[in-house]
């Protein structure tokens, strides 16, 4: 298996694009505050499967995969800042938000899975 096979991964990186292509339009201050933490954190997501795929030992890429759950989480909350400071439409909310939860419940299963 390659990694550009894993459902998880490309389901990260689509977020990660997904998030570049909001924060590109913003100004520069939104981008400066919010946005290069926003973009960085969706970004990680994808990187630290990446990371993990790419190690030898279980536990090794275990906690990457560790840290890719976490970047969802933070994900979420600059999605929350940025529905708050009105950057990002209820629609564009309502779209991220439902997929970092589907892939966070489809990181668990992957994690779960490859652990035995």
Do not use: C
Not at 29 to 39: A, L, N
């Amino acid at each position: 298996m390659e990694l550009k096979d894993l459902e998880v991964y490309n389901e990260a990186k689509e977020i990660g694009q997904i998030v570049w292509d909001i924060v590109i339009k913003w100004d520069y201050f939104q981008k400066d505050t919010i946005g290069k933490q926003y973009v960085k954190a969706a970004d990680s997501i994808a990187a630290n499967i990446s990371e993990g795929f790419g190690r030898f030992h279980f536990a090794d890429s275990k906690k990457f995969y560790y840290y890719s759950r976490g970047s969802i989480f933070e994900t979420i909350t600059w999605s929350e800042k940025a529905l708050e400071r009105k950057l990002i439409s209820p629609d564009e909310f309502e779209i991220l938000n439902n997929k970092l939860n589907t892939l966070g419940r489809r990181l668990n299963n992957f994690i779960k899975k490859i652990g035995h």
